[in-house]
């Protein structure tokens, strides 16, 4: 499989987590999120990170999980449901970035 290929891979299945989790009530999401951390976590730790740092960057991916939560809530205002399986849209080229704030 090319990095390609699995990059697209592991953003579809983070953007389905994202998209059930939306659908939760925010007090039930934690767990989830614990969840999430001690993955990846682990994962990173399996492909050589140190501690420190995989602690890092599973807090990270936590972070983007919440924010595309937060997203997905807004873009789904009263009447707009999409399937879980569906595509996440494709970011536009060119587009200004804005800043994030951290959690």
């Known amino acids: 499989m090319s990095v390609g290929a699995a990059l697209e891979q592991l953003l579809r299945l983070i953007y389905r987590r994202a998209m059930k989790l939306a659908m939760l009530p925010e007090d039930e ?18 492909i050589g990170q140190d501690p420190d740092r995989a602690a890092i960057t599973a807090n990270d991916m936590v972070e983007f999980v919440r924010a595309l939560v937060g997203i997905i809530e807004v873009g789904s205002g009263p009447g707009h449901e ?22």
């Open 29 to 46: 999401r934690d767990s989830h999120y614990d969840h999430i951390r001690l993955s990846c976590c682990a994962a990173a730790e399996h």
């Open 82 to 103: 999409q399937s879980a399986d569906q595509r996440p849209p494709v970011p536009h080229s060119g587009g200004q970035e804005t800043g994030a704030t951290r959690i």
